[in-house]
């Protein structure tokens, strides 16, 4: 059996630190660097692409809506087009800071309030996706399992692969569920592995509310802002790697 393990990261911003990219950049196998809308900026992408260049961890952009404040988890009423070349923007900006790094950028996935609009309507998903299809050169799409950008990508050519979070709950039409809701956040590394673990073995992913919903997944993500991410990213690699689980790239860097 074989996942990747990503996380978010270079979501820092001037002095102002989020999370340990370092640490975590020691654990993951990608890494989805934010590209300056919810969060970053030139300084912070440029260190976090050279810190993942020389670890061999594969680069994904993670852009957002320009909502530092709010750290892109609001919606900002957009036309979809706009969306789709406000995305294009923050993919060229990481794309030019990475080539800087020694580094390439190989996918794009949308990050909070954006990436959860894409995975719940249609045309933002297909805005996003005929997007992220026009750049050059080629680049995947990471999207929530089971979701509209999933589907508007393999619609539009462009290959894609899911993802499944380990620190998120998850509702049972495969979305996850708000962070306004209690027991949307999870932070038991122990319990977060094993949940890990015995959905490796069915696909079946637990439901707040009771049951299950299957999902697939290439990929596994870890918030880099969550509380204990590093604790959390550690002890989902160590429990899978004891059950005989390969972690590995989704992609080639």
């Given at each position: 059996?074989?996942?990747d393990l990503?996380?978010?990261?270079?979501?820092?911003f001037?002095?102002?630190?989020?999370g340990?990219?370092?640490?975590m950049l020691?654990?993951?196998?990608?890494?989805?660097?934010?590209?300056g809308?919810?969060?970053?900026?030139?300084?912070?992408m440029?260190?976090?692409?050279?810190?993942?260049?020389?670890?061999?961890?594969v680069?994904?952009?993670?852009?957002?809506y320009?909502?530092r404040?709010?750290?892109?988890?609001?919606v900002?009423?957009m036309?979809p087009?706009?969306?789709?070349?406000?995305?294009?923007?923050?993919?060229?900006?990481?794309?030019?800071?990475a080539?800087m790094?020694?580094?390439?950028v190989r996918?794009?996935?949308?990050?909070g309030?954006?990436g959860n609009?894409?995975?719940?309507?249609a045309?933002?998903?297909?805005?996003i996706?005929?997007a992220?299809?026009?750049?050059?050169?080629?680049?995947a799409?990471?999207?929530?399992?089971?979701?509209?950008?999933?589907?508007?990508?393999?619609a539009?050519?462009?290959?894609?692969?899911?993802?499944?979070?380990?620190d998120r709950?998850y509702?049972?039409?495969g979305?996850?569920v708000?962070r306004?809701r209690?027991?949307?956040?999870?932070?038991d590394?122990?319990?977060?592995?094993d949940?890990?673990?015995?959905f490796?073995e069915?696909r079946?992913?637990?439901v707040l509310?009771g049951?299950?919903?299957?999902l697939?997944?290439?990929?596994?993500?870890v918030?880099g802002d969550?509380?204990g991410?590093?604790?959390i990213?550690?002890?989902?690699r160590d429990?899978?790697?004891g059950?005989?689980?390969?972690?590995?790239?989704f992609?080639?860097a």
């Amino acid at each position: 059996m074989r996942i990747d393990l990503n996380s978010d990261l270079g979501e820092s911003f001037g002095p102002w630190a989020m999370g340990d990219d370092p640490a975590m950049l020691d654990i993951v196998t990608s890494a989805n660097v934010a590209a300056g809308g919810h969060a970053s900026d030139p300084e912070t992408m440029f260190r976090t692409l050279g810190l993942a260049a020389a670890r061999g961890v594969v680069v994904g952009a993670h852009p957002g809506y320009p909502d530092r404040e709010g750290f892109g988890r609001r919606v900002i009423p957009m036309p979809p087009a706009e969306i789709g070349r406000m995305v294009a923007a923050q993919v060229g900006a990481l794309s030019a800071l990475a080539q800087m790094a020694g580094t390439a950028v190989r996918y794009v996935k949308p990050h909070g309030a954006l990436g959860n609009l894409a995975a719940a309507d249609a045309e933002v998903a297909r805005a996003i996706a005929a997007a992220v299809g026009a750049l050059a050169p080629r680049l995947a799409l990471l999207a929530i399992s089971g979701t509209a950008l999933e589907h508007a990508a393999r619609a539009a050519g462009v290959e894609v692969f899911s993802e499944i979070f380990a620190d998120r709950a998850y509702l049972a039409d495969g979305q996850l569920v708000p962070r306004s809701r209690p027991g949307a956040v999870l932070h038991d590394p122990d319990a977060i592995a094993d949940r890990l673990v015995r959905f490796l073995e069915n696909r079946e992913m637990p439901v707040l509310d009771g049951g299950t919903v299957r999902l697939d997944a290439h990929s596994i993500c870890v918030h880099g802002d969550t509380p204990g991410a590093v604790a959390i990213a550690r002890a989902v690699r160590d429990r899978l790697t004891g059950a005989g689980v390969t972690l590995a790239p989704f992609l080639t860097a």
